[in-house]
Protein backbone atom coordinates (compact mmCIF):
# COMPACT_ATOMS: atom_id res chain seq x y z
CA UNK A 1 0.00 0.00 0.00
CA UNK A 2 1.29 3.45 -1.03
CA UNK A 3 0.22 6.68 0.72
CA UNK A 4 0.43 10.09 -0.63
CA UNK A 5 3.86 12.33 -0.19
CA UNK A 6 6.13 9.02 -0.80
CA UNK A 7 8.12 8.68 -3.45
CA UNK A 8 9.54 5.23 -5.07
CA UNK A 9 11.29 4.18 -7.69
CA UNK A 10 8.79 3.37 -10.51
CA UNK A 11 9.23 1.66 -13.64
CA UNK A 12 7.86 3.73 -16.70
CA UNK A 13 8.72 0.97 -19.10
CA UNK A 14 5.84 -0.23 -20.95
CA UNK A 15 6.79 -3.84 -20.06
CA UNK A 16 6.58 -4.32 -16.39
CA UNK A 17 9.32 -6.19 -14.90
CA UNK A 18 11.99 -5.20 -18.06
CA UNK A 19 15.40 -4.91 -16.60
CA UNK A 20 16.24 -1.54 -14.54
CA UNK A 21 15.70 0.63 -17.86
CA UNK A 22 12.95 3.48 -17.22
CA UNK A 23 13.21 3.40 -13.71
CA UNK A 24 13.38 6.67 -11.94
CA UNK A 25 11.83 8.71 -8.73
CA UNK A 26 8.12 9.49 -8.78
CA UNK A 27 5.95 11.12 -6.11
CA UNK A 28 2.51 9.72 -4.77
CA UNK A 29 0.13 12.81 -5.80
CA UNK A 30 -3.18 10.63 -5.64
CA UNK A 31 -5.04 10.71 -1.89
CA UNK A 32 -4.94 7.93 -0.04
CA UNK A 33 -8.64 6.90 -0.84
CA UNK A 34 -7.48 6.24 -3.72
CA UNK A 35 -4.12 4.70 -3.26
CA UNK A 36 -5.55 2.04 -0.40
CA UNK A 37 -8.52 1.11 -2.53
CA UNK A 38 -7.57 0.96 -6.14
CA UNK A 39 -4.56 -0.87 -7.82
CA UNK A 40 -3.37 2.33 -9.41
CA UNK A 41 -2.04 5.56 -8.24
CA UNK A 42 -1.21 8.90 -9.37
CA UNK A 43 2.19 9.55 -9.74
CA UNK A 44 4.46 13.13 -10.64
CA UNK A 45 7.86 11.88 -12.24
CA UNK A 46 10.98 13.54 -10.60
CA UNK A 47 14.36 13.92 -12.07
CA UNK A 48 17.61 15.09 -11.35
CA UNK A 49 19.09 18.35 -12.08
CA UNK A 50 21.85 19.71 -13.16
CA UNK A 51 23.56 23.06 -12.78
CA UNK A 52 21.95 25.55 -15.31
CA UNK A 53 19.06 23.48 -15.84
CA UNK A 54 15.90 25.35 -16.12
CA UNK A 55 13.20 25.39 -13.95
CA UNK A 56 9.33 26.30 -15.07
CA UNK A 57 6.97 27.22 -13.19
CA UNK A 58 4.92 23.86 -12.98
CA UNK A 59 7.91 22.55 -11.52
CA UNK A 60 9.34 22.58 -8.20
CA UNK A 61 13.21 21.90 -7.14
CA UNK A 62 13.49 19.42 -4.59
CA UNK A 63 16.17 19.09 -2.18
CA UNK A 64 18.09 16.20 -1.27
CA UNK A 65 17.69 16.83 2.35
CA UNK A 66 14.03 16.85 2.18
CA UNK A 67 13.11 13.68 -0.65
CA UNK A 68 15.63 11.29 1.01
CA UNK A 69 16.85 11.21 -2.85
CA UNK A 70 20.82 11.14 -3.86
CA UNK A 71 20.03 13.85 -5.78
CA UNK A 72 19.01 17.38 -6.17
CA UNK A 73 15.49 16.61 -8.55
CA UNK A 74 12.95 18.42 -9.58
CA UNK A 75 8.74 17.34 -9.94
CA UNK A 76 7.49 17.50 -13.59
CA UNK A 77 3.53 18.78 -13.40
CA UNK A 78 3.67 17.96 -17.14
CA UNK A 79 4.50 14.54 -16.66
CA UNK A 80 1.81 13.18 -14.18
CA UNK A 81 1.04 9.95 -14.78
CA UNK A 82 -1.78 7.34 -13.16
CA UNK A 83 0.40 4.22 -12.98
CA UNK A 84 -0.36 0.31 -11.60
CA UNK A 85 0.97 -0.14 -8.04
CA UNK A 86 3.06 -3.13 -9.41
CA UNK A 87 5.33 -0.85 -11.13
CA UNK A 88 6.44 0.86 -7.59
CA UNK A 89 9.70 -1.06 -6.80
CA UNK A 90 10.93 0.50 -3.46
CA UNK A 91 10.21 3.25 -0.85
CA UNK A 92 12.83 5.88 -1.67
CA UNK A 93 12.02 8.84 0.51
CA UNK A 94 8.48 11.12 1.88
CA UNK A 95 8.10 14.95 1.62
CA UNK A 96 6.89 15.94 4.89
CA UNK A 97 7.88 19.53 4.81
CA UNK A 98 4.52 21.38 4.67
CA UNK A 99 5.79 24.38 2.37
CA UNK A 100 7.50 22.13 -0.31
CA UNK A 101 4.19 19.97 -0.29
CA UNK A 102 2.25 23.46 -0.77
CA UNK A 103 4.83 24.72 -3.43
CA UNK A 104 4.20 21.01 -5.63
CA UNK A 105 0.00 21.63 -5.13
CA UNK A 106 0.45 25.06 -6.52
CA UNK A 107 2.79 23.80 -9.42
CA UNK A 108 -0.22 21.46 -9.81
CA UNK A 109 -2.89 24.30 -9.81
CA UNK A 110 -0.83 26.53 -11.88
CA UNK A 111 -0.31 23.56 -14.66
CA UNK A 112 -4.38 22.72 -14.87
CA UNK A 113 -5.53 26.04 -13.92
CA UNK A 114 -7.17 25.35 -11.42
Known amino acids: MVNKWEIY ?6 AVGSEQR ?4 ALILS ?17 SVKPGDKIYPTEVLL ?8 KLS ?3 MQQIRTVSQSRLT ?8 DDVR ?11 EL
Open 9 to 14: YCSFDS
Open 22 to 25: GIRP
Open 31 to 47: NNAVNHLLSVCTVLSLS
Open 63 to 70: EPAITGLP
Open 74 to 76: VAM
Open 90 to 97: RLAGKITD
Open 102 to 112: NRILAACRAYF
